[in-house]
């Protein structure tokens, strides 16, 4: 998984590509007004995490479909209120043939982040689960590890 993450002034862009063979996975892309929905994880979607301090964090899930759900943390899994209001302003899905897929979202920060981490979760027509990201600490995903997140550059 390639990953690009810009982030300035509270604004931040990313772009997921995933490159290999893609015949056998399964994207809702039937395409819909953006809508906050949750557990997107259910399906085929990307996720980003950014991380505000030593223990907050925002989690964003968008499905090819432009469906998104956010959620802030207080503390590892300590959930705070979902918010549908922090909606992504911009969200584009496209697959080329089996071989790539692309996703790219803007979203608006309340602050800089310190670190962020990326993660996909793609279902394949059998049933089984894949999980990609930036960083995997352990053999088990667990993208809310404060392990997981990378340090975001602050010069």
Same mark, same amino acid.
């Given at each position: ?18 490159? $290999?063979?893609? &015949?056998?996975?399964?994207?809702e892309?039937?395409r819909?007004?953006?809508e ?5 994880w259910?399906? &085929? ?69 310190? $670190? ?10 059998? $049933?089984?689960?894949?999980?990609f ?8 995903p ?11 550059p602050?010069?």
């Open positions: 998984m390639q990953l690009s993450l810009h982030v300035r002034a509270k604004h931040a862009t990313a772009r997921f590509e995933l490159t $290999g063979d893609f &015949s056998k996975l399964q994207f892309v039937k819909k007004k953006a906050f929905r949750r557990e997107l259910r399906s &085929s979607c990307f996720e980003l995490f950014f991380l505000f301090d030593d223990q907050k964090y925002w989690e964003y899930n968008f499905s090819p479909d432009t469906a998104y759900w956010h959620q802030s943390f207080h503390a590892y899994r300590k959930e705070d209120h979902p918010s549908e209001s922090l909606k992504p302003s911009r969200m584009s899905f496209s697959q080329d043939s089996n071989e790539r897929v692309l996703f790219e979202t803007e979203i608006e920060l309340a602050q800089t982040p310190l $670190g962020f981490q990326a993660a996909a979760i793609l279902h394949e027509s059998s $049933g089984q689960m894949l999980h990201a930036l960083r995997h600490p352990s053999s088990k667990d993208f809310h590890s404060p392990n997981c997140f990378e340090s975001y602050t010069a």
